[in-house]
């Protein structure tokens, strides 16, 4: 028995059109009961759809409605679903939905739409997962990555590392019932290696988190340096637009500005800070103390500077040197005339960028890593693996400690899929979706 829920699925507030989904076993009891058609909603066909009027309990019209059938198992959640598109605003939809309470449904919770199609084998974990990455998308890029996720790309390089670790882990238990001299000689030896391919697939997944990270969290990049030497010039050239005020008196930034822009689809929230100096006035000071806090925050720092002898970058700041078109700067250093040349430097910057955050800029339709939960549960499993061949290369001593490694490398691997789930982790990955999905 599944419970009915319902939830607006579209965002609540002013618009055209609100669509309230409704999911579970007796939704069309419910549909028969909210509508008077002479064919009611319990004799319509899967995939049809029909206008009708909704009433409440005392007979009243509450609004025009257009209702989309679902049956199981072919529905988002594989339950016998209605989808009502009914009137937006404040008023109808939450007239509606209390009509549905009456009635039997209950509210659904954060992501349980998602979760019963997970728990109905409609999709894997990371499917699951990717319905959120899409809502949550903040580029273009990001979107295109949550799709391919969706599509299930994650899974399908998942599934196979978890189904062979399975098989080996399940073939090493059985050696163990083995005497020892009736293994084959170059057993381990082989084992270490087969062991080895999975580690590897296993890496190259990992190495997928650092970009996917940053496309989803965006990349706090902050530009620093003395007064004057260009700071917000250069957070206005690379916004596009004139956000902070740029003056030719020193300190004039004195709280740290952030904007975001896309670089390569990675949000980078670019903050212009006070210049920084000994401070004449304490509200100069507390932005100096602003922007020193922000350098330790930073996944970049931009540090600007005319090159004057006691101005000193902090340890692995991107060095520009500004003003090139008044003072030659050192050969060989990174330099820009942002007012001269602004193309020029916004590309220098941008490229420095690149490099210092590792951004390949490589739009792949592959597997990526979406979240911690699923990079934590990856690095554990390749760790027992890379531990696992460890123990085999020391010969037949190694196969217990090996065969044990192997068991918690299949276990997390099943986790991230949602193959071996527990109910607390399955509450914690949908309650951070949005009702209605
Ligand atoms: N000639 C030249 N002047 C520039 C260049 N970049 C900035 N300036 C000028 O330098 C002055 C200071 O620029 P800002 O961008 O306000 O400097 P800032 O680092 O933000 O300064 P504070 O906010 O005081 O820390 C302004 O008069 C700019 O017009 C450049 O590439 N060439
Ligand atoms: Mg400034």
Redesign the pocket.
């Given at each position: 028995m599944s419970e009915p829920i319902a939830a607006l699925a579209t965002a609540p507030g002013m618009g055209g059109v609100a669509v309230i989904r409704l999911s579970g076993d007796t939704v069309y009891a419910i549909a028969d009961q909210l509508t008077r058609l002479s064919t009611p909603p319990s004799q319509r066909k899967a995939g049809t759809f029909a206008y009708a009027s909704l009433y409440d309990a005392k007979g009243d019209i509450l609004d025009d409605a257009i209702l989309l059938f679902f049956r199981a198992p072919k529905s988002y959640t594989g339950e016998d679903t209605i989808e009502l598109h009914v009137h937006g605003g404040k008023i109808v939809p939450q007239r509606v939905l209390e009509r549905l309470w009456e009635l039997g449904a209950r509210p659904a919770l954060p992501g349980e739409f998602t979760k019963r199609a997970f728990l109905n084998g409609r999709m894997d974990l990371t499917q699951a997962e990717a319905v959120a990455d899409i809502i949550a998308a903040r580029s273009p890029r990001a979107e295109r990555a949550a799709r391919a996720n969706l599509q299930g790309r994650l899974g399908e390089a998942l599934t196979p590392l978890y189904e062979d670790t399975l098989a080996h882990s399940v073939q090493v238990e059985h050696l163990l019932d083995f005497d020892e001299g009736e293994l084959p000689d170059d057993f381990f030896y082989e084992a270490a290696e087969r062991l080895k391919n999975l580690a590897e697939r296993a890496q190259a997944l990992l190495d997928t988190w650092h970009e996917s990270r940053l496309m989803r969290e965006g990349a706090l990049v902050v530009?620093a340096?003395?007064?004057?030497?260009?700071?917000?010039?250069?957070?206005?050239l690379l916004l596009g637009y004139e956000r902070?005020?740029?003056?030719?008196?020193?300190?004039?930034?004195?709280d740290s500005i952030e904007e975001t822009f896309l670089l390569d689809g990675v949000p980078i929230r670019l903050t212009?800070?006070?210049?920084l100096r000994d401070a004449p006035g304490a509200v100069e000071r507390e932005g100096v103390a602003r922007a020193k806090a922000l350098l330790e925050q930073a996944d970049a720092v931009l540090y600007?500077t005319t090159g004057e002898a006691d101005d000193l970058p902090p340890a692995g700041a991107i060095v520009i040197y500004?003003?090139?078109?008044?003072t030659a700067p050192p050969p060989g250093a990174r330099a820009?005339?942002?007012?001269?040349q602004p193309d020029a430097?916004r590309t220098l910057v941008c490229d420095a960028l690149r490099a210092a955050l590792q951004l390949s800029g490589n739009e792949t339709a592959h597997a990526t890593l979406a979240n911690e939960r699923q990079f934590a549960l990856l690095s554990t499993a390749n760790k027992a693996l890379l531990e696992a061949i460890a123990a085999f290369s020391q010969g037949d001593i190694g196969y217990v400690p090996a065969a044990q490694q192997l068991r918690a490398a299949a276990e997390a691997l099943g986790d991230i899929l949602g193959r071996t789930y527990a109910d607390d982790l399955l509450d914690r990955v949908f309650s951070t979706f949005c009702v209605g999905k």
């Open positions: 530009i340096g003395k007064p004057n030497a260009g700071k917000s010039t250069l957070l206005n902070a005020i740029v003056s030719g008196e020193a300190g004039t930034t004195r212009d800070t006070a210049g600007l500004t003003k090139a078109d008044l820009i005339s942002a007012q001269a430097a």
